[in-house]
């Protein structure tokens, strides 16, 4: 694991039913309630389209490895535990340059040693 951000955009569109075509996988997509937003202090309902940041940390539930007739395949479930949310920043360049350098590992690792 690297604890770089990376652009999860794959190579082709992803088609799905009454959705125009989207390059990220369904899987990736994440549903917060009001009752979720309110845990996180969004008291205002966000627009689509909107971008906020968010952290996440968790905890590995599934794994699965397999090969098929379309060739091998695997994936990752993850339950997610704890997370924050927060509007974009105006001047995120410097944020963004730290949380790829190991900002979000650093701050995963404290937030789970406050848990214990």
């Known amino acids: 694991m690297t604890g770089d951000i990376v652009d999860m955009a794959r190579d082709k569109d ?3 039913v009454d959705c125009p075509p989207n390059p990220y996988p369904y899987g990736l997509r994440i549903t917060l309630t009001k009752e979720d937003l309110a845990k996180l202090g ?3 309902m966000p627009e689509c389209g ?4 968010f952290y996440v940390c968790g ?3 599934s794994t699965e490895e397999r090969e098929d007739e ?3 395949t695997g994936c990752v479930g993850i339950q997610i535990k704890q ?3 927060e ?3 105006e001047a995120e360049e410097e944020e963004r340059a730290d949380a790829v350098k190991g900002g979000f590992r650093g ?4 937030l789970y040693k406050n848990q214990e």
């Open 14 to 16: 992803f088609q799905y």
């Open 42 to 44: 969004v008291d205002e």
């Open 50 to 53: 909107d971008e906020v940041a």
């Open 59 to 61: 905890c590995v539930v």
């Open 70 to 72: 379309y060739g091998e």
């Open 83 to 85: 997370m924050s949310i």
């Open 87 to 89: 509007e974009l920043p």
């Open 107 to 110: 701050a995963a690792k404290t």
